[in-house]
């Protein structure tokens, strides 16, 4: 008995050790694959942008074009709106349709488009083979950012170079890729490779057209309401924005719902997607800029920086990396890791400045809006995007194809 007791607990122990060394193994390979995912990340940012245009740079385009651009949710929708109008300034033909085309082919069959524009998630399952496998149709995705990606479980949690499901249906299905985090450009190319596909890609920002609007009055914050994400949606941020909505002259746009919180005379409505959200940043002239902890992770801002400066406003943001970076001085900014009181405290005193020195303030907003004219329009995009247009059509031109490229 004495010896059965004894050899189970040999047993008891062996197995603990063996616990003990695959945790410690597990944690290792975590450990090691973090430090080579970073590594990814981290040399894919230090490509410039202007490296990937270097294939399509001499290619001729013509001066009109068809497109079908469908359209997804929120920020993705303006900023396909956006597209559609500095398009059809160069008079170019452009259709917008809502997350689908299952229905419309023979509408779009009739209407002939150069490319089509998928973005995001939207919907393919389901569209009439005539659009996919029509020899002139060219099919250009815009994906998220990698790391929204991962979370929809669209690459294998232990090596971001595998695609899944849904993500590696896109990436199989697209003939070209348009993608807004530049700093990703280059894992895409790594993807695109262990998929055996040619990689054509250009960045494009979610940014609104060029203008030549006069600097605005700075009278009070706007603030579009972010209710999609937990960082703005946290008891902290809502503080924050209560704070300075009893205390400094504000309007606040978006969902009613996730808005109620505040007090009566400060919601203004939900704003039309596209360039109504131009007009009613100039309207109020101070703009609040904030971001989510993915654009934070993702080290890439949202569409807002880009409206804001595009509106010629004098601009009050959190410390988004790409903001500092490219628009220095030309904003102020308030610290979005601070406490509830002290972002508040940070905001009341920018906003009391601009109201005590608006030609100053005013100062700020046009070095801005020069920053977005030469940096960031999406009418610089639209030539990209139709560069690689043409290149891919010269590739598959140079194949003697009898039938429609398929990868």
Same mark, same amino acid.
């Given at each position: 008995?004495q010896? @059965?007791?004894?050899f189970?607990?040999?047993?008891?122990?062996?197995?603990?050790?063996?616990?003990?060394?695959?945790?410690?193994?597990?944690?290792?390979?975590?450990?090691?694959? @973090?430090?080579?995912?970073?590594?990814?990340?981290?040399?894919?940012?230090?490509?410039?942008?202007?490296?990937?245009?270097?294939?399509y740079?001499?290619?001729?385009?013509?001066?009109?074009?068809?497109?079908v &651009?469908?359209?997804?949710?929120?920020?993705?929708?303006?900023?396909?709106?956006?597209?559609?109008?500095?398009?059809? !300034?160069?008079g170019?033909?452009?259709?917008?349709?809502?997350?689908?085309?299952?229905?419309?082919?023979?509408?779009?069959?009739?209407?002939?488009?150069?490319?089509i524009?998928?973005?995001?998630?939207?919907?393919?399952?389901?569209?009439?083979?005539?659009?996919?496998?029509?020899?002139?149709?060219? &099919?250009?995705?815009?994906?998220?950012?990698? #790391?929204?990606?991962?979370?929809?479980?669209?690459?294998?949690?232990?090596?971001?170079?595998?695609?899944?499901?849904?993500?590696?249906?896109?990436?199989?299905?697209?003939?070209?890729?348009?993608?807004?985090?530049?700093?990703?450009?280059?894992?895409?190319?790594?993807?695109?490779?262990?998929?055996?596909?040619?990689?054509?890609?250009?960045?494009?920002?979610?940014?609104?057209?060029?203008? @030549?609007?006069?600097?605005?009055?700075?009278?009070?914050?706007?603030?579009?309401?972010?209710?999609?994400?937990?960082f703005?949606?946290?008891?902290? &941020?809502?503080r924050?924005?209560?704070?300075?909505?009893?205390?400094?002259?504000?309007?606040?746009?978006?969902?009613?719902?996730?808005?109620?919180?505040?007090?009566?005379?400060?919601?203004?409505?939900?704003?039309?997607?596209?360039?109504?959200?131009?007009?009613?940043?100039?309207?109020?002239?101070?703009?609040?800029?904030?971001?989510? !902890?993915?654009?934070?992770e993702? @080290?890439?801002?949202?569409m807002?920086?880009?409206?804001?400066?595009?509106?010629?406003?004098?601009?009050?943001?959190?410390?988004?990396?790409?903001?500092?970076?490219?628009?220095?001085?030309?904003?102020?900014?308030?610290?979005?890791?601070?406490?509830?009181?002290?972002?508040?405290?940070?905001?009341?005193?920018?906003?009391?400045?601009?109201?005590?020195?608006?030609?100053?303030?005013k100062?700020?907003?046009?070095?801005?809006?020069?920053?977005?004219? #030469?940096?960031?329009?999406?009418?610089?995009?639209?030539?990209?995007?139709?560069?690689?247009?043409?290149?891919?059509?010269?590739?598959?031109?140079?194949?003697?194809?009898?039938?429609?490229?398929v &990868?």
């Amino acid at each position: 008995m004495q010896l @059965n007791r004894l050899f189970s607990k040999k047993i008891s122990l062996w197995v603990l050790w063996i616990i003990i060394v695959l945790g410690i193994y597990i944690i290792v390979q975590d450990y090691l694959n @973090n430090l080579r995912e970073k590594k990814i990340f981290e040399d894919s940012a230090k490509i410039p942008v202007e490296f990937w245009d270097e294939k399509y740079k001499d290619m001729p385009i013509k001066d009109y074009y068809k497109v079908v &651009y469908v359209v997804y949710n929120g920020g993705e929708y303006s900023a396909a709106k956006y597209f559609q109008y500095a398009a059809q !300034k160069k008079g170019w033909e452009i259709k917008l349709y809502y997350q689908s085309i299952v229905g419309k082919e023979n509408e779009i069959l009739n209407f002939d488009p150069d490319f089509i524009i998928f973005p995001l998630l939207t919907y393919t399952e389901g569209v009439d083979s005539r659009i996919k496998t029509h020899r002139s149709k060219k &099919y250009y995705w815009i994906p998220m950012p990698l #790391e929204l990606i991962r979370k929809f479980e669209g690459v294998d949690k232990k090596d971001l170079l595998k695609p899944q499901g849904w993500f590696k249906h896109w990436l199989s299905f697209a003939d070209g890729l348009i993608i807004t985090n530049v700093r990703q450009v280059d894992i895409y190319r790594q993807i695109s490779n262990l998929l055996g596909k040619p990689f054509n890609a250009v960045s494009m920002l979610p940014a609104p057209p060029a203008n @030549n609007y006069t600097v605005a009055e700075p009278k009070k914050i706007i603030w579009p309401e972010a209710g999609w994400d937990q960082f703005r949606s946290s008891k902290k &941020y809502k503080r924050f924005i209560s704070l300075l909505s009893q205390n400094v002259p504000m309007r606040v746009y978006g969902h009613y719902k996730n808005l109620l919180y505040l007090p009566a005379g400060i919601y203004g409505g939900y704003i039309p997607h596209g360039l109504d959200n131009i007009t009613a940043i100039r309207k109020n002239g101070i703009y609040l800029l904030t971001h989510s !902890k993915e654009h934070f992770e993702s @080290n890439f801002p949202s569409m807002r920086p880009f409206e804001a400066a595009a509106s010629n406003v004098i601009t009050i943001s959190d410390m988004h990396p790409f903001i500092i970076e490219h628009f220095g001085d030309s904003m102020l900014y308030f610290d979005q890791n601070a406490s509830a009181e002290e972002m508040y405290t940070q905001v009341k005193k920018h906003v009391d400045w601009i109201l005590a020195n608006p030609d100053k303030a005013k100062e700020k907003a046009k070095l801005a809006h020069k920053i977005f004219l #030469e940096k960031f329009t999406v009418d610089k995009d639209l030539i990209r995007i139709a560069k690689m247009h043409e290149y891919i059509l010269k590739q598959e031109k140079n194949m003697s194809l009898d039938y429609n490229l398929v &990868y």
